[in-house]
């Protein structure tokens, strides 16, 4: 994800969430944390307790886990918040819903769409692999079901390709397969689902269950089975996602749901299993160049997170090409970031003297959700900016290299 840099390199390959709390009516409670943020210009993490416990009725029963804390550790999935010891720190995506509040103003409707582009991209980052799939076959449950496994058993065989390795292999097996939640008990004695979330689960096999009975030699298995508990919960929350942003309603896959899953494919973002059943999200490749592999070897074109904006902004907006339309790519694109920037700065009081630069990763959603919202087409700006940074003289802006990232712009005062 684009700036996020995750604990294990190789979870690129693997596109997908665990069950979870807070999950459903996703848009309408993102855009009252937006309203929080931006209210505040900061989040306290009494805020976000008050937010959630009052605000949505989730109060603290008798779990260990607060509700707060599930919803900060999804919402972290979605780039929006994290968790930080005593604290709560907004992400980038929190930052980029709020400067489109700002430029959008009271303009509801155009907002909401901006929302729904911003959200599809985190979706699609964080849980590519699994609501793909379901979008794909309209949450039916039986092809839901094929679909997953045959995404499982692609994306196996892509990498047995790649690893000569049988302990890596099988790490990366496990890493792709869709796994059960184990059922443990806690202090009370009710049984209860471990969640993704959890940092520590309960053994609740003996250590001589997990030895190895095998020869270090055999392949890894190659069983792909799909929990049925898992399926349901999936589904439904899924299913609710693609309602949410407008892909998905009473009758079935929506026209720009269907226009999503092709523009995912022409864009080179989403490769398929050669028959366009299956949808296969590996991730960017600046994250797959991180453990040294090139998209062609997993027999895909590769893609940016520019890239996956712009199909997402063609599927909800068909007619849509990258080229200018009312706003001129040269120079004002330049000047629209400017205004981005500024309000990047304002966004929170406590960190305004250090943001000196705006970064790609949210330069770029505003500009395509705010294009979307505004209903007219989006600009080249890598070749806009390209053009600036090789000015000789009153250049605007120049970048600057993050480290991980796609880097930040300097505006020059």
Same mark, same amino acid.
């Given at each position: 994800?684009?700036?996020?840099?995750?604990?294990?390199?190789?979870?690129?390959l693997s596109r997908k969430i665990g069950y979870s709390v807070g999950l459903e009516n996703l848009r309408e409670r993102v855009k009252q944390l937006v309203s929080l943020y931006s209210g505040k210009q900061g989040l306290s993490l009494a805020d976000f307790k008050d937010l959630v416990e009052i605000g949505w009725g989730r109060k603290k029963g008798k779990a260990k886990t607060a509700p707060y804390e599930h919803f900060a550790n999804f919402y972290s999935t979605l780039n929006l918040v994290r968790l930080f010891g005593r604290d709560i720190e907004p992400l980038y995506q929190l930052d980029s819903l709020s400067i489109?509040?700002?430029?959008?103003?009271?303009?509801?409707?155009?907002?909401?769409?901006?929302?729904?582009?911003?959200?599809?991209?985190?979706? /699609?980052?964080s849980?590519?692999?699994?609501?793909?799939?379901? $979008?794909?076959?309209?949450?039916?449950?039986?092809?839901?079901?094929? $679909? $997953?496994?045959?995404?499982?058993?692609?994306?196996?065989? &892509?990498?047995?390709?790649?690893?000569?390795?049988?302990?890596?292999?099988?790490?990366?097996?496990?890493?792709?397969? /869709?796994?059960?939640?184990?059922?443990?008990?806690?202090?009370?004695? !009710?049984?209860?689902?471990?969640?993704?979330?959890? &940092?520590?689960? &309960? &053994?609740?096999?003996?250590?001589?269950?997990?030895r190895r009975t095998s020869l270090l030699s055999n392949a890894p298995a190659g069983v792909v089975?799909?929990?049925?508990?898992? $399926?349901?919960k999936v589904r439904s929350s899924r299913r609710g996602w693609a309602i949410d942003l407008g892909l998905f309603d009473a009758k079935g896959r929506t026209e720009q749901g269907t226009s999503l899953l092709e523009h995912l494919i022409l864009q080179h973002v989403v490769s398929s299993d050669g028959i366009g059943r299956v949808a296969l999200f590996w991730g960017y490749t600046s994250n797959l160049r991180r453990i040294r592999i090139e998209p062609k070897q997993l027999s895909s074109e590769g893609c940016e997170a520019w890239d996956l904006l712009i199909a997402i902004s063609q599927g909800y907006s068909p007619e849509s090409k990258t080229s200018p339309a009312r706003m001129d790519p040269y120079p004002d694109v330049v000047d629209f970031l400017a205004d981005v920037f500024r309000l990047y700065r304002k966004a929170r009081t406590d960190k305004a003297l250090i943001r000196n630069s705006l970064p790609m990763y949210i330069a770029e959603p505003v500009l395509v959700a705010w294009c979307v919202a505004q209903g007219v087409s989006i600009p080249p700006l890598h070749d806009t900016l390209e053009r600036e940074f090789k000015k000789q003289t009153r250049r605007r802006v120049q970048k600057? !290299? /993050?480290?991980?990232?796609?880097?930040?712009?300097?505006f020059m005062s």
């Open positions: 994800m684009a700036a996020i840099i995750q604990a294990d390199p190789y979870q690129t489109l509040r700002s430029l959008l103003g009271a303009q509801e409707d155009k907002y909401d769409r901006a929302v729904k582009v911003v959200l599809a991209q985190s979706i /699609i980052e849980d590519g692999d699994v609501f793909l799939n379901g $979008l794909q076959s309209e949450f039916d449950p039986l092809r839901f079901e094929a $679909l $997953l496994k045959e995404m499982v058993e692609e994306k196996w065989r &892509r990498l047995d390709a790649v690893f000569p390795s049988l302990q890596l292999r099988a790490k990366l097996r496990q890493l792709v397969s /869709i796994k059960n939640q184990s059922v443990v008990q806690d202090e009370g004695q !009710k049984t209860r689902r471990s969640s993704s979330a959890d &940092r520590f689960t &309960r &053994r609740t096999t003996p250590l001589t269950a997990l089975e799909i929990p049925e508990d898992y $399926l349901d600057m !290299k /993050i480290r991980d990232t796609a880097g930040a712009l300097f």
